[in-house]
């Protein structure tokens, strides 16, 4: 029954009043398009809005399971260049009220060099969700615990361009109060960035179990089922795929590309499900 409502919903097994070049039916066309190909080709660049240089679209490059995470980390590289931003506007009113020169503004505009950078970061965590591959995921739990040093580092404060705790203390001792709220303001926004950011890599280490491997046996068990309710209705999946074979033929054809480049990076699961259902046959296999 189930295989027939998808039958139904697909549009396959009936038959063409007005006989013609087989062609798939319209809605069914871009579900069946391989996720990796279609983004690549078709989806343009749209980060940054100004300039595009990157495509950032979460809900349709990173899977369903790893979206959430990737947010989250979106959500801290905004909160690590704001803090920069703010270090930026306290460093300044730090120089108009004479604790500080100008050339220590000069150093906190260097400092927004961390903007792209952390991006930089960012994304290397975007491209390992979306490729699935772990040393991408390594590589950016070391630079993202980098990152968190620098973090520490600016809400410590360094005289030459870091409005943090030294800073505090400095204006609070010159005797300048509003100066120290602000730059108090400062400390307390890298603060709540270091802490997020600390949660963030915590809960770092499930994610990348996944990506490791997992829920390897999720994908076999999976794959088992699939396998057993193909034997279960092989005469009918039999059927269908020749009642509709020249649909299925021109549309291979026309996507022979795609489904091999899916079927290559994809090549590692498809292995191992298959390993498993051998391994482990169901109820059916005789």
Known sequence: ?????????????????????????????????????LHDTMLPKNWPIC?????????????????????????????????????????????ASGLTTFVNVLWAILMLLGIPVAFIVYFLLYSAFKREKTWMMVLWFFCYSCQIVYQIICAVGFKDGGAGAYMVYDADQAGKKILAIVLAVSLIIWI?????????????????????????????????????????????LRQLANDNRDQ????????????????????????????EVLDNPGPHQH
């Open 192 to 236: 709540i960035v270091i802490i997020y950011s600390i949660v963030l890599i915590i809960r770092a280490g499930s994610v990348e179990y996944k990506i490791m491997g997992g829920n390897r046996a999720a994908l076999a068990s999976a794959g088992e089922t699939a396998v057993d309710v193909a034997r279960d209705n092989q005469e009918y």
């Open 1 to 37: 029954m189930m295989l027939r409502k998808i039958d139904r919903n697909l549009g396959f097994g009936q038959q063409a009043v007005d006989p013609g070049p087989p062609q798939l039916p319209t809605d069914i066309e871009a579900p069946l398009l391989p996720d990796a190909v």
């Open 51 to 95: 300039i595009p240089i990157v495509r950032h679209r979460i809900f349709l490059d990173i899977p369903l399971v790893y979206q959430r995470f990737t947010k989250m980390a979106y959500i801290g590289w905004y909160l690590h260049s704001s803090a920069i931003c703010t270090n930026l506007i306290a460093m300044i009113i730090s120089a």
């Open 248 to 275: 299925i033929r021109q549309y291979a054809v026309d996507n022979r590309e795609a489904i091999g480049q899916v079927a290559y990076e994809n090549r590692r699961t498809l292995y191992d499900v298959g390993r």
